[in-house]
């Protein structure tokens, strides 16, 4: 029986492992689960910033050092914009653009996020199975020393740099896993679960939030497997460990174990990092997790399928 | 006393003889009224085709042949609209884009169109008053030997190349002209009003189909002179002589002046045409209407001056 796995991923670090498990795994025993806490309007365009960025890396068309957007990109549009005044903080490519306008229009015709998601993958040459963790509009809201933020509000316009006191998923309680994530939950080949080095707080916590998904991973024991997103005790991008700090606790993974709780059997951590002393139920394994290339991806995805296997 | 003028106007012909007169007036001499009832939402977004072709044109940024769009364009987008299967049958360039992200955001957020328009007018550094014929939304239908049809879908999906039997302004009943229309229509100053070579049908009769514009202009006796969009015989660009033709009119001057019937007071004609002959009530002037560059649209503006002044 050939067995298959479950990626929980965010964007920029979670893109990388997808595309590194995308390249050891067959599209038929793989399916990517993308966070759409941080979907937004913008433009009059609904952007999904988790989504495209898996998209691009799975297509090979991201930009291989941003870690957003496309690599073959001009900014014609964004430049008039500005010239016309309009909201310029989020920058949108020429390109990246025909995918908000499809998807925006795909919307309004009354597509679920998981079709047009699957549309976009099969224009684009992705063959596996990419889909967003629920159909519902979810908004993650950072209760900050300023005030509520939108995610996009305290991620790009003000680069994480404010304190963070809380942090909620508005509409999560009233979604619900997307069929794609159901299915692929309950399939009978389910080997294991990893969790992208994606940020705990902020990309994870949706996806594991939704109803019934820490259910039925303790109830089938399916082994769930976390790369931390930290090495050195700094998150490799963004602000994970900042938040966790600021959130309560430890800033390093430590922090990361104590967060992700009873959810989580294994972790590869980096090399460079100790190993966490007081670890019970859990398997640390050790690796050198930065991702800089395909076989850096490559490397990663190995040692989640070998700890996972190891969990079993 | 200053003189002020209207011109009435649609996309090419209008455009080009709009920026004749905004070259020979000062702003507050010049309402240019312009045509919206081929306006169309694609890809999710507002396109307003005439609004935009004159406002390139004044902006001094259109296309110098082609007659819509801009001379700095590049097609990004809709190279990966093509791809993604989108709708790519209507072109829109990147730059254009973003006039047409910004207008729908705007009416999403409740601004009018003419607050759009101007807007837009600011940004791109046009000076002359460039107004919608109205706020309300007018489409144009043409029912046609295949059935009714969209103006869009007949003029750039089906090149106009099909047989119309007649047309129609849906919505026009309950429009009313915008008010920067009603107030040059009002103003002690409007020394006259000009049709612009523009599609009579098509880009003109929407405008004066206005509740009240007719009675204005006869009430006020304001002359009107109307500037033929036909050189021998045929439309400079686009169906004019075609579409009069196909609506029972002669497919020349002699058309054109019956469907304009009582409301204009004197036509420019090329002085490659014949004058026409039976014209009880019309002054006609003969004249180089072709308009390839600014010394023609110029020379084109001057000719109606001169015709209006004379009409008084």
């Given at each position: 029986?050939?067995?298959?796995?479950?990626?929980?991923?965010?964007?920029?670090?979670?893109?990388?492992?997808?595309?590194?498990?995308?390249?050891?795994?067959?599209?038929?025993?793989?399916?990517?689960?993308?966070?759409?806490?941080?979907?937004?309007?913008?433009?009059?365009?609904?952007?999904?910033?988790?989504?495209?960025?898996?998209?691009?890396?799975?297509?090979?068309?991201?930009?291989?050092?941003?870690?957003?957007?496309?690599?073959?990109?001009?900014?014609?549009?964004?430049?008039?914009?500005?010239?016309?005044?309009?909201?310029?903080?989020?920058?949108?490519?020429?390109?990246?653009?025909?995918?908000?306008?499809?998807?925006?229009?795909?919307?309004?015709?009354?597509?679920?996020?998981?079709?047009?998601?699957?549309?976009?993958?099969?224009?684009?040459?992705?063959?596996?199975?990419?889909?967003?963790?629920?159909?519902?509009?979810?908004?993650?809201?950072?209760?900050?020393?300023?005030?509520?933020?939108?995610?996009?509000?305290?991620?790009?316009?003000?680069?994480?740099?404010?304190?963070?006191?809380?942090?909620?998923?508005?509409?999560?309680?009233?979604?619900?896993?997307?069929?794609?994530?159901?299915?692929?939950?309950?399939?009978?080949?389910?080997?294991?679960?990893?969790?992208?080095?994606?940020?705990?707080?902020?990309?994870?916590?949706?996806?594991?939030?939704l109803a019934g998904v820490r259910e039925a991973i303790a109830e089938r024991?399916?082994?769930?497997?976390?790369?931390?997103?930290?090495?050195?005790?700094?998150?490799?991008?963004?602000?994970?460990?900042?938040?966790?700090?600021?959130?309560?606790?430890?800033?390093?993974?430590?922090?990361?174990?104590?967060?992700?709780?009873g959810l989580i059997d294994g972790v590869i951590i980096d090399s460079r990092?100790?190993?966490?002393?007081?670890?019970?139920?859990?398997?640390?394994?050790?690796?050198?997790?930065?991702?800089?290339?395909?076989?850096?991806?490559?490397?990663?995805?190995?040692?989640?399928?070998?700890?996972?296997?190891?969990?079993?």
């Open positions: 029986m050939n067995k298959s796995y479950i990626a929980l991923c965010g964007g920029v670090g979670g893109s990388k492992l997808a595309d590194g498990l995308a390249r050891i795994l067959p599209p038929d025993r793989l399916t990517i689960v993308v966070n759409t806490a941080d979907d937004f309007d913008h433009l009059g365009l609904r952007i999904c910033p988790d989504l495209d960025t898996v998209t691009y890396m799975l297509s090979d068309l991201a930009h291989p050092q941003r870690g957003w957007g496309r690599a073959d990109e001009t900014w014609a549009c964004m430049e008039v914009t500005k010239q016309l005044g309009g909201d310029s903080w989020f920058q949108l490519g020429d390109r990246d653009l025909a995918l908000h306008l499809y998807r925006t229009q795909r919307i309004k015709e009354g597509a679920s996020l998981s079709a047009i998601t699957s549309e976009i993958c099969r224009r684009f040459g992705v063959e596996h199975s990419l889909v967003p963790m629920c159909e519902e509009v979810v908004n993650t809201i950072i209760d900050t020393e300023i005030g509520e933020l939108s995610f996009q509000d305290y991620f790009v316009r003000h680069q994480c740099a404010i304190t963070a006191h809380r942090v909620r998923y508005e509409g999560l309680g009233r979604a619900k896993p997307s069929a794609a994530f159901e299915a692929a939950l309950s399939s009978p080949q389910l080997a294991g679960i990893i969790i992208a080095p994606s940020n705990p707080i902020l990309s994870i916590g949706p996806i594991v939030g024991r399916i082994p769930v497997a976390a790369v931390s997103p930290l090495i050195g005790g700094k998150a490799v991008k963004g602000p994970a460990d900042k938040l966790l700090a600021e959130l309560g606790y430890e800033a390093g993974n430590g922090g990361l174990l104590a967060y992700y709780g990092d100790e190993v966490i002393g007081a670890n019970p139920g859990n398997l640390t394994v050790s690796g050198d997790i930065l991702m800089k290339d395909a076989q850096d991806r490559i490397r990663v995805a190995q040692l989640c399928i070998d700890l996972l296997s190891r969990l079993t």
